[in-house]
């Protein structure tokens, strides 16, 4: 069975759910028969990439809210994401374009490291002092080696703008016709949706159905056509 999660890295709730999710995937009888693969989906696509700015900033401004209404909006994050054993910095974190470090991921995924990288991102943006988007492409390079990808080659990518924009592009226009106006959201098997930062009680319900609902192959045969197997081939008798 496969799990699609689209998320973005800047998002707090992708964070949180990644973490209730993969509570309920390591209490599920079949989990290493689910592929998890992570999707791309910008909360700020429009951000240019040198446009960073505090997160207060930027809630204030985005959502029209008062600086102690986005700092308790912070503080309630922070509680949430204890609560599932994650790290989080309530204060004096950045918010920037995060285009980048999706084409990084799409990079990893090839290389079989996707998960590692993306909660290496997730754990240097809300959990770490240091900004993963005002350093520039070197701090992102450092992250790809942290989760054993080749440093020169994420440096590679990162250099040439094309390198995995199509596929980034192409995740963000499937989220669409998906339906998914928001992330996290995730989509097992092409059959089951689940959207938001779920508890971990509702990914076990619906890794559940979905693996419940897999139809066997249903078989077209009149049993009378040659075929080959491990004992050989049919031969046709005159």
């Known amino acids: 069975?496969?799990?699609?999660?689209?998320?973005?890295?800047?998002?707090?709730?992708?964070?949180?759910?990644?973490?209730?999710?993969?509570?309920?995937?390591?209490a599920f009888p079949h989990r290493d028969q689910v592929e998890v693969v992570h999707r791309s989906f910008e909360l700020?696509?429009?951000?240019?990439?040198?446009?960073?700015?505090?997160?207060?900033?930027?809630?204030?401004k985005k959502y029209g809210m008062s600086a102690a209404q986005a700092q308790s909006g912070e503080e309630n994050l922070g509680a949430q994401a204890a609560a599932e054993g994650l790290d989080y910095r309530t204060r004096d974190r950045d918010h920037g374009n995060t285009f980048d470090m999706h084409r990084l991921l799409h990079f990893a995924k090839e290389h079989g490291r996707q998960d590692e990288l993306i909660q290496i991102f997730y754990r240097a943006n809300f959990a770490e002092e240091r900004s993963v988007f005002s350093e520039g492409d070197e701090r992102l390079v450092e992250l790809a080696a942290e989760a054993g990808l080749d440093a020169e080659a994420?440096?590679?990518?990162?250099?040439?703008?094309?390198r995995y924009a199509d596929e980034v592009r192409a995740d963000e226009r499937e989220a669409a016709q998906l339906g998914a106006n928001g992330v996290p959201f995730f989509v097992l098997d092409r059959a089951y949706g689940v959207?938001?930062?779920?508890?971990?009680?509702?990914?076990?319900?619906?890794l559940t159905q979905a693996w419940g609902a897999r139809s066997?192959?249903?078989?077209?045969?009149?049993?009378?056509?040659?075929?080959?197997?491990?004992?050989?081939?049919?031969?046709?008798?005159?």
């Open 1 to 26: 069975m496969r799990v699609e999660i689209w998320s973005d890295i800047a998002c707090p709730w992708c964070y949180v759910g990644k973490a209730r999710f993969e509570k309920a995937l390591e």
């Open 44 to 60: 700020d696509p429009g951000r240019a990439k040198g446009d960073v700015q505090p997160v207060l900033a930027m809630l204030t």
């Open 154 to 162: 994420a440096r590679e990518v990162l250099a040439d703008p094309a």
């Open 195 to 206: 959207s938001g930062a779920q508890p971990a009680e509702v990914f076990t319900q619906a």
């Open 216 to 238: 066997p192959l249903k078989l077209i045969d009149d049993g009378g056509a040659q075929a080959c197997g491990p004992d050989g081939c049919a031969v046709p008798q005159q």
